[in-house]
C-alpha cells in the first residue's frame, strides 16, 4: 500500500529566515505531487504540482518554490519567510483522473 | 477563474438523521468530483468519488451528481458525533489530475 510521509509536523520559524519542508511518498512509481497550504479556517489551495522528476508546475505566484529531486521526493522551500507564509502545507499524492490523497501535513507558524 | 462553493456552515443535525453537504462549482467540462473529511487538525481524508451523474452509495454515504446543474452533494444517513469535522468538496479540472476545492462545510452532529 502507498504512504506518503511529511516532516516536520510542526515549525516555528522566524521572518525572514529560509525553509525546506519534505515530502516522500512510498509504494508507487511516478506519482503525481502536489503541495497546498491551508490557511485558518480557509480551503486548501494549491501552490505547486509535478508530474515528474524536475518537472515543477506554479499555481500562484508568491515567494515559495517547489524542487522534485527524485521520483517520490518533493519539497517545498523559501529563502525568506513571511508572515502571510503561515498556515497548514500539505503534500498530496495522485495519478492522472484518480483521486489524491494527503499526507499528515506540517504546521507553520512564522512569527 | 475556475470556483467550487459550499455553504460554510455550520450545519447541526442531530444524531441518526440525515446530513445533506452541497457543492457547486463553475467548470461544465469537469469530470470528476471528490468528497474529503477533515477533522480539526488533521489532514483530509477520501470519503467519495463519482464521476457519473447519478447516486453512488457507500455505506452510510451518498454522492449525488448533477453535471447539467453543475451541483454535487453527500449525504451522510444515520450521522454519528464521530462524523462531525469539516467536508471538503473538490472538482477536478484540467489534464493532470488538478483538484480545485471549496472552502467546505462544518457539520456537527450533537447527541
Known amino acids: 500500500s502507498q504512504t506518503i510521509h511529511q516532516w516536520p509536523a510542526t515549525l516555528v520559524q522566524p521572518v525572514g529566515s529560509p525553509l525546506s519542508l519534505e515530502c516522500t511518498v512510498e509504494g508507487t512509481s511516478n506519482p503525481n505531487l502536489y503541495w497546498y497550504r491551508q490557511a485558518a479556517g480557509r480551503g486548501l489551495q494549491l501552490l505547486f504540482y509535478?508530474?515528474?522528476?524536475?518537472?515543477i508546475s506554479s499555481e500562484v505566484p508568491q515567494n515559495l518554490s517547489a524542487s522534485r529531486p527524485q521520483d517520490r521526493q518533493f519539497i517545498l522551500s523559501s529563502k525568506k519567510l513571511l508572515l502571510s507564509d503561515s498556515g497548514f502545507y500539505l503534500c498530496?499524492?495522485?495519478?492522472?483522473?484518480?483521486?489524491?490523497?494527503f499526507g499528515p501535513g506540517t504546521r507553520l507558524l512564522v512569527l | 477563474q475556475k470556483e467550487v462553493e459550499q455553504n460554510s456552515g455550520p450545519l447541526s443535525v442531530p444524531e441518526g438523521a440525515i446530513a445533506s453537504l452541497n457543492c457547486t462549482y463553475s467548470d461544465r467540462g469537469s469530470q470528476s468530483f471528490f468528497w474529503y473529511r477533515q477533522y480539526s487538525g488533521k489532514s483530509p481524508e477520501l470519503i467519495m468519488f463519482i464521476y457519473s451523474n447519478g447516486d453512488k452509495e457507500d455505506g452510510r454515504f451518498t454522492a449525488q451528481l448533477n453535471k447539467a446543474s453543475q451541483y454535487v452533494s453527500l449525504l451522510i444517513r444515520d450521522s454519528q458525533p464521530s462524523d462531525s469535522a469539516t467536508y471538503l468538496c473538490a472538482v477536478e479540472l484540467g489534464g493532470y489530475n488538478k483538484l480545485i476545492f471549496g472552502a467546505g462545510t462544518r457539520l456537527a452532529v450533537h447527541p
Open positions: 509535478s508530474v515528474g522528476i524536475g518537472q
Open positions: 498530496a499524492w495522485g495519478r492522472l483522473q484518480e483521486t489524491q490523497y
